[in-house]
């Protein structure tokens, strides 16, 4: 099992759409989430942090179960802007450094 | 602040030939990570300094690649010699925490885009 996993995608989604992606780690250790958003040919920058209680920025909610070991992104009313590959990413169990999933690509489509 | 730098942009390669990547993290940034990525593919981490000592190169293939940070502060990425299936992203990010990334996440340099043909 790969220590990250993400829905595959693509998500084709209408302006105006909610969307959700689920992802999924193998570590039980692992203490910090994250959501990256990576844009086509560009580095991946952070998006938002994940907290145990669930956090909200704007049109973004994440969550965290820590029993099912899974984390997951909202976005509510897309956006053309938020084209773009989500990458899910979990510090490793020694806490040493971050292990990215694979990313699920979103199109916003007009 | 600056961010993190990377050279170069584009690299464009055949296979057996050397190519080096060179990045300069964020000042006073202690920990320094390179990470590869393959199109359709997450990051994968390749090597982490501390300073300019290794922390963790489980994933780097030593026999074709190899890094170094001398002075604690920039580091270059070598391979020597390509392999078509070398063909990706090369992302450098640096972190102000002597061990482990930081609680906010990081930030990667813009990456090098290497191919090999």
């Known amino acids: 099992r790969k220590e990250v996993e993400q829905d595959p995608g693509p998500f084709n989604v209408p302006e105006g759409a909610t969307v959700a992606f689920n992802c999924t780690y193998s570590?039980?250790?692992?203490?910090?989430f994250f959501w990256y958003r990576q844009d086509c040919r560009k580095e991946p920058k952070l998006l938002m942090s994940v907290y145990s209680s669930g956090n909200e920025d704007g049109r973004f909610t994440a969550q965290l179960n820590r029993a099912s070991q899974y984390i997951s992104l909202l976005i509510r009313d897309s956006k053309l802007s938020d084209s773009a590959t989500y990458l899910c990413?979990?510090?490793?169990?020694?806490?040493?450094?971050?292990?990215f999933g694979p990313g699920t690509r979103l199109s916003v489509l007009p | 602040e600056a961010g993190v730098a990377q050279s170069p942009r584009y690299k464009i390669i055949e296979k057996r030939q050397s190519v080096a990547f060179w990045c300069n993290p964020i000042?006073?940034?202690?920990?320094l990570y390179w990470y590869q990525q393959i199109l359709g593919q997450g990051p994968k981490l390749l090597i982490q300094f501390q300073n300019n000592g290794v922390v963790d190169d489980s994933q780097l293939p030593k026999d074709r690649f190899s890094a170094e940070r001398l002075k604690g502060v920039d580091s270059t990425l070598k391979i020597q010699p390509a392999k078509l299936e070398d063909s990706a992203v090369y992302l450098c990010?640096?972190?102000?925490?002597?061990?482990?990334?930081?609680?906010?996440?990081?930030?990667f340099g813009s990456g090098t885009r290497l191919t090999v043909v």
């Open positions: 990413v979990v510090n490793s169990g020694d806490g040493q450094n971050f292990v």
């Open positions: 570590n039980s250790a692992s203490q910090s």
């Open positions: 990010a640096s972190s102000l925490r002597d061990r482990g990334p930081p609680s906010y996440g990081y930030t």
């Open positions: 000042s006073g940034h202690a920990t």
